[in-house]
Each structure stands twice: as structure tokens, then as C-alpha cells.
């Protein structure tokens, strides 16, 4: 019976290939946008689940208050996983790390450095934690040595070939000598070890050794035992606030207890969350790895669906768009015998036979685009056709597609009356319009939420990118390293300043693109006690850097070491620090504060500036103190002049050789790392515009076969008026108004939903637009306008038929 079913199903497609085309690349497109975005979202639920015991492995965070700043930490102090592993019975075991950006490396006596970007301090249990086995090298030995350092596979052999590195030694810096005690594969990309490529022995950082619980600066990973819960210690893990951090904080306020230290509106709080559910779950501050957020999991998840519902639907409208041709064909079989049953059973065989055609060209596809949908998302993705479970999840999802798009034509086109099809009055015994209408309004209506979604989405990125940060990002070629320099910074800024291209240059610690930067605490000196504490930012800058960074001076002045010998120990404010002062940009000039908690050294305000954008515009701008101090700086920004770019940066390379001809000479430009902190929303972007094209183009499908199916319908009536003296444009006219309708309808329907969902989606920026009414108006003129293209054919080509062709059979 099946046999016979696919040969009469392969014989019916051979017949209507036009419908038969139509069908399999309207299901093929949809069928690969979802598998594509399926293969993302896989990838971005995997993370980190690859570690052994995975499921019982959790980071410590801390929520803190203090100094009028509110933070959510994804890093605690040295002690906290020590100290949980001994006074936790729940606690098996603890590691912690922590990031300190790049080195220069190079083997010991080899002349030139290679710049390590992704390197951490690791405790030794880091491979026992998660299970990591090294390729070279002991595991239970590794890292428990001062100086010594794991490397991956990738940075090994930057140096020398990884079967011969233990026992090698390196030089970080120029300074620090380290001996290579083992070799890891390269950690997996859907990790939050990604990117990690050297991890040196936390047993040698003397600041992980002190117990220092106010200081938060390790990202620190607790195992539990088998069945315990995380909930099972949060009571004993917010006791640690009393009986650790406060007599920590009564070394500087003696006497303070913890209720005061509540009172005064200041807290600590410490939780949990499991390591798989970092990377979408968790967006604190600093994370150690970039992280997603689980609202874009549901965005891709909504646009996958509504991928297969439209390319479903379309399936449905054109198969009975094309009943009519087949009504006569159902009208012999049912009048031969042919059960109801037997006729569904044989559409779906038909359904299925379009459905693993449209899944072979599906997979054809997504195979061709691959490379640039990697690149669009930032991702590694391959189709892994090794894996059985892969193609069962995928045949299965195939055959409930097919089901589902094949079922309603083959309960309709059962239902034929035979007596009257055969008659000729088919067009009576089919109906199913309401059915069809409600699909082309469900079809149209999330093609305009997913309009409105990609215009706003491309607002918001425009808006970010063109809004006034109170900084001139623009021209600003950022030279990194510049510590390896030592003491010879300032000569290579003053050889760089003489350069004809260049305007000004300065060197400084930090940028005001968002980076990982660390805070601390200040007091009034006549006003010593915890509630007047003020946590902000502190830049080491020179006196160039307010002109080279094109920032604005309210009051006071700039530095000038020149002139004014104490402005080693001064300070400028930017305006949010002054506002939580309470003071104003005038009275806070001269104000005195300690610089530290134990209240030793104080420094003087002798400026404010106005407040600029140095964090995400996610965040509210942040407190600033500025301290002089370029002989500490890392970065040395140059502001460039209009001209020949690619010469300038060759000129400033030939400088940087001469001074440190073996050091790297690594730049880039600030308004690139500016745009790379938005990356997420600009694929987001990316994304949302692609497979928004590909519904409206799969909707369109759908409305054609609906076009084409009403205009087959009412041939004869197209006839009749136009002998009865209509015209072309009348008709088209008449016949296009009753798609127009119900792509109005749509439009209703669609406009305060993609609202409600934008906003809410806009809700994660502190800065953001108001979403204007001509997102509303364009995203219903492009839906009625594709619409109305698409039904123009379909209603010229039956308003031009010769009526006489239309009543012959009359």
C-alpha cells in the first residue's frame, strides 16, 4: 500500500512541477533558517557542560553596595573558596582564577616577545575541578609549584614543539622566569575558558595568599558533593558577611557592626549559580568570559519557529491553492471506492515525499551559507553529520513538519463530494477560505513584528553609535603595550607628538572604552567613617590625556606637573562623583580625601570634568577620579590627523622598533574596540534582518499560492464581467482588495505586539530610543507593498485572459 501511495504521490509532483518547485523551496528555506538557527542556539546552551561533573560545580558571586556604587560581582576575595572548603561540609572541593590580561612571552633566550593575550592565575585543582587533562605533563603535580605555568596547545607551539615543552623555561615581561610544567589542548570555544592560553601558578601571586575579604578579585568555582543543593549553604554562605568581612572592615571603622553596616545603606550579599548557566544567565561584572543573555536564546528560538510555522503554512496554501486541478481526481477515486482514510493517507504520503525532498535541499544549503552565517554570528558552527542523534532529531522534525503542513490539505481535499466535482461544481463543494485567511493574517502579522524588530534594532545601533559619549573616539590609534617600554614611555610619546601627522598623544592606564577596570574607596579627611565613603574609578592619565581624548573641563584646571609639583597628588572628578559628594563642580575644587582605606595618603581635587561614557550605554555613567600618573600607563593614545593613515601608523612602528626593536608592536583604533563591545546587538541585528527577509519571502510564497488559488476559483467570474465591459485595472483592482484586507488586518494586529516585545527588549539599555511613530508606518507600508507585488501577478495574469477561454465550457 505504501509503495503504491509514493509511486501515485511521485507521479501527481511530476505533474504540477511549477507547485511542486514551490513547494519544496518554500519548505527547503524555511526548514534551513531553523536548522541554522537551531545549530546556534545548541551551541549556546552547551557551554561549559563539557567539564566533568558540570552539574555540581558552581561560581561564588557577591552583590555589594558600598560608597554609594552598586555592583554585581562575578568575582569574590582570595579566601572566600578556602574558607568554604573548610567550613562547608557540602563544599568537595574549590579552585579559583584570575584573568591578568596579556604578557610578553618568549623562551628563555630566544630575542624577540609574542604577546599572550588570554592569560590567568589558576590554582592546581583548576584539573581536578573540571576534569581537564593535560597532553604533556602531570596532572596532580601541575601548578603546584611557584613559577610555573600550563600552556595550551596553540601557545606552546608559538615557542617550541609541545612533546619537548616540560621543563622549558620562559621569560614573561622580560622579568619573571617561568617553567613550563605541563601542556593542555586548547580549550573548547563554548567555554568560559575560551581564549585562555597560558595559566600561570596561583602559589606564586603573592595577593592570592593574603586575606583580604574586601578586596573582590577571583572568579571562584566551588564543587559540591553528589546530592547536595546550592541552597543548602546559602544560609552559611551569607553568615560569612558577620563572621569574615566585617571584622575585616573594623580594621578601618573600629567598632562597626554588621547591622550598622546595614543601616548605613550599604550591604554584602553572597550567592551561587551553576557553571552551565553562567553563560546566559549571569552578564556581571567582570565576567570572565564574554557572555550572551538568555532573551536573545528566546529571540532565535521565536524566529526559528516562526520560520517552520510560515514555511508550513505555505505549504498548506499552495497545496490547496492546487486542489482544484485534483478535485476531479478525488471525485473517480471516491466514486471507485477509495476510502477517506486511503485518500489522506495518500496526500500524506505526498506531504512527506515534498517534505524529505525539501529536507535534502534544506541541508544543501545550510551547508553552502555556513561559512557566512559563522561569521555573521561569531560562532564555530558545523553540521555534525557524524553524530546519529543529529539526523534522528532532524528526520523526526522532518516527519512532524510534514505531518503537520500535509494534514490540513488531505482532510480538505478528502472532503471533495464526489457527485458534484464530477459535475463540475467544484468550486462549491471546496471551501476552507476562512482557514486560508486566517493563515495569510498569522503569515503577514509576524512578518511585520519581525520588520519592526530589525528597525529598531538598527535604531538603537544607530543611536549608540551616533550619540555624544563627552569623548572624541573618532582618529584615536591606541597603542598597546606600552609597559614594555619602561622607562622609556615618555621618550617614545615625545618622538610620536613630532610626527607631522599627529595632533597629541597621551599615556594613561585606562581608555573610555569599556574594558575590566578596578575601583576604590575615598573619604573626606575630616570626615572619616564608612557612611561618607565614596567608591569610583581611579585612571592613572597624564596631562595630555583630557585634550587627546577631547573631554570637557566644568572647573578647576587640568594637570600640569610643570607648574604645579603637587599634582602627583591630585585628582580630577568627573561630574557623578561630585554629585554623590554632594557638593558642586566649584565648592568640591580643594576638597581633601584619603585615597585608601587605612587612610595614610590623601590627594586634592583640582578639576572636574564633565561626565563622558566609559561603560556600556547598558549602565549609567560611573564616579571618575583622574590621578597624574603616565609612568604607570599601559596604553599611549594618539590623536591622528585627516590623511595618509596606513604612513602614520608605518612612522609610529619604525619609532617603536627603534626603542624596542624585540618587543611587538601591536595598535588599534578606538572607535573599532567602541563597536566591538556591541558586537552581540549588531549580530542580534544582523540576524534578525536576514530571516526577517527570509519569512517575508516564504509569507509571500504563501500569498501567491492563495492568489493563485483565488483567481482559479473565480475565473469564470472574471470572464463574466470582463464580457459585461470590466476592465483590466478593475479587476486587478477587485481582486488584489481582498488580499489588501487581510494584510491590513495583520498589520492591526501586528503593530502593538512588535511594540510591546522591542520595548521590552529595549529595556536592558540605561540609554535608548523611544521608538518613533515612522517604524510603525514604514513596517506597514513594506508589508502592504510586498503584498501587493506579489498578488499583481497572480490578478493581471487571470484579468488579461481572454474571456472566452474563461466560458467555453459554458
Known amino acids: 500500500m505504501f509503495k503504491n501511495n509514493l509511486k501515485i504521490a511521485w507521479r501527481s509532483l511530476k505533474k504540477q512541477p511549477f507547485f511542486t518547485f514551490l513547494n519544496i523551496f518554500g519548505l527547503a528555506i524555511g526548514m534551513a533558517g531553523g536548522l541554522l538557527l537551531s545549530l546556534y542556539i545548541y551551541d549556546e546552551l552547551s557551554y561549559d557542560k563539557m567539564f566533568a561533573d558540570a552539574d555540581r ?43 591578568i590580561g596579556s604578557v610578553f612571552i618568549k623562551e628563555e633566550g630566544a630575542r624577540s616577545n609574542v604577546r599572550e593575550p588570554g592569560v590567568t592565575y589558576a590554582d592546581s585543582t583548576f584539573f581536578k575541578m573540571l576534569g581537564v587533562e593535560l597532553l604533556y605533563g602531570d596532572v596532580n603535580t601541575a601548578l603546584k609549584e611557584p613559577n610555573t605555568v600550563v600552556m595550551t596547545k596553540t601557545a606552546a607551539e608559538k615557542h617550541f614543539p609541545i612533546d619537548q615543552a616540560v621543563g622549558k623555561t620562559v621569560l614573561l615581561n622580560d622579568q619573571d622566569v617561568y617553567t613550563v610544567s605541563g601542556v593542555v589542548d586548547d580549550l573548547p570555544h563554548n567555554s568560559f575558558l575560551q581564549d585562555r592560553g597560558l595559566f600561570l601558578s596561583m602559589s606564586g601571586y603573592e595577593d592570592s595568599r593574603a586575606g583580604e575579604w574586601g578586596s573582590h578579585n577571583y572568579y571562584t568555582l566551588v564543587k559540591l558533593i553528589p546530592g547536595a543543593k546550592p541552597e543548602d549553604i546559602q544560609d552559611e554562605l551569607q553568615g560569612m558577611v558577620g563572621k569574615y568581612l566585617i571584622p575585616f572592615v573594623q580594621r578601618y571603622f573600629p567598632g562597626i557592626t554588621e547591622q550598622q553596616f546595614i543601616e548605613s545603606g550599604n550591604y554584602m550579599k553572597y550567592s551561587t549559580i551553576a557553571l552551565t548557566d553562567i553563560h546566559l544567565h549571569s552578564g556581571r561584572s567582570p565576567e570572565f568570559s564574554p557572555v550572551s543573555d538568555i532573551k536573545n536564546v528566546y529571540i532565535l528560538s521565536a524566529i526559528a519557529i516562526i520560520l517552520l510555522v510560515l514555511a508550513s503554512v505555505n505549504f498548506m496554501n499552495l497545496t490547496t491553492a492546487h486542489s482544484l486541478k485534483r478535485s476531479k481526481e478525488v471525485g473517480i477515486r471516491k466514486t471507485l471506492g477509495s476510502q477517506r482514510s486511503s485518500l489522506i493517507s495518500q496526500f500524506l504520503t505526498e506531504s512527506g515525499l515534498i517534505t524529505f525532498g525539501a529536507l535534502i535541499f534544506a541541508v544543501l544549503i ?27 532529531v532532524l528526520l523526526i522534525a522532518s516527519l512532524a513538519l510534514g505531518v503537520l503542513s500535509g494534514s490540513y490539505p488531505a482532510f480538505f481535499m478528502s472532503k471533495f463530494v464526489a457527485a458534484k466535482v464530477l459535475k463540475g461544481q467544484g468550486d462549491n463543494s471546496i471551501g ?11 503569515q503577514f502579522s509576524i512578518s511585520v513584528i519581525l520588520i519592526m524588530g530589525t528597525l529598531v534594532v538598527s535604531q538603537q545601533l544607530r543611536y549608540i553609535q551616533g550619540k555624544d559619549l563627552g569623548y572624541a573616539k573618532d582618529q584615536v590609534l591606541v597603542i ?16 610620536v607628538e613630532q610626527l607631522s601627522q599627529t595632533t597629541t598623544a597621551t599615556l594613561s592606564s585606562f581608555l573610555p572604552t569599556p574594558s575590566s577596570r578596578s575601583d576604590s574607596s575615598f573619604m573626606r579627611k575630616e570626615d572619616r567613617s564608612q557612611e561618607k565613603a565614596i567608591n569610583m574609578q581611579q585612571w592613572r592619565v597624564d596631562e595630555d590625556y583630557i585634550s587627546t581624548m577631547g573631554l570637557s573641563l566644568v572647573s578647576g584646571r587640568n594637570f600640569d606637573p610643570a607648574q604645579y609639583a603637587s599634582d602627583s597628588t591630585g585628582i580630577i572628578l568627573n561630574e557623578r562623583a561630585v554629585a554623590i559628594l554632594g557638593k558642586t563642580p566649584e565648592t568640591v575644587l580643594g576638597q581633601e580625601f584619603y585615597n585608601d582605606l587605612e587612610g595614610e595618603t590623601f590627594v586634592k581635587v583640582i578639576g572636574v570634568i564633565k561626565d563622558f561614557h566609559f561603560e556600556s550605554l547598558r549602565d549609567q555613567v560611573e564616579s571618575l577620579a583622574l590621578f597624574y600618573g603616565g609612568e604607570f600607563a599601559s596604553n599611549l593614545s594618539v590623536k591622528l590627523n585627516e590623511g595618509d593613515v596606513t604612513r602614520t601608523i608605518a612612522d609610529i612602528e619604525n619609532i617603536w622598533m627603534d626603542i624596542a626593536p624585540t618587543q611587538p608592536f601591536e595598535y588599534y583604533f578606538m572607535d573599532d574596540s567602541f563597536n566591538t563591545s556591541y558586537e552581540a546587538e549588531q549580530r542580534l541585528g544582523q540576524i534578525f534582518m536576514i530571516f526577517t527577509i527570509l519569512s517575508i519571502f516564504i509569507a509571500c510564497l504563501g500569498l501567491f499560492g492563495l492568489a493563485a488559488f483565488n483567481a482559479q476559483k473565480r475565473v469564470k467570474e472574471i470572464g463574466v464581467r470582463k464580457v459585461l465591459g470590466a476592465g483590466v485595472g478593475q479587476i486587478v483592482f477587485r481582486l488584489s482588495m481582498d488580499f489588501l484586507k487581510l494584510v491590513g488586518l495583520s498589520v492591526i494586529i501586528a503593530l502593538p505586539l512588535g511594540w510591546y516585545a522591542m520595548d521590552r527588549w529595549l529595556e536592558d539599555f540605561s540609554y535608548r530610543i523611544d521608538i518613533p511613530w515612522w517604524i510603525f508606518v514604514l513596517s506597514a507600508l513594506l508589508a502592504v507593498g510586498v503584498a501587493l507585488l506579489t498578488v499583481s501577478y497572480q490578478s493581471i495574469k487571470a484579468a488579461i485572459v481572454n474571456p472566452v477561454k474563461s466560458l467555453r465550457t459554458e
Open 480 to 495: 598597546r603595550g606600552v609597559n614594555a617600554l619602561e622607562g622609556n614611555r615618555q621618550a617614545f610619546k615625545n618622538e
Open 57 to 99: 560545580i558552581y561560581r561564588v558571586n557577591a552583590d555589594m553596595k558600598f560608597g554609594g556604587k552598586e555592583e554585581q560581582m562575578a568575582e569574590v576575595s582570595a579566601p572566600m573558596g578556602e574558607t568554604m572548603l573548610n567550613d562547608f561540609p557540602e563544599v568537595e572541593l574549590s579552585t579559583r582564577f584570575r584573568g
Open 432 to 442: 476552507g477560505g476562512r482557514v486560508r485567511n486566517i493563515l495569510v493574517i498569522l
Open 366 to 392: 545550510a551547508i553552502i551559507v555556513m561559512p557566512l552565517y559563522n561569521e555573521i554570528s561569531g560562532k564555530e558552527l558545523s553540521i555534525p553529520f557524524g553524530n546519529p542523534v543529529f539526523w534522528m
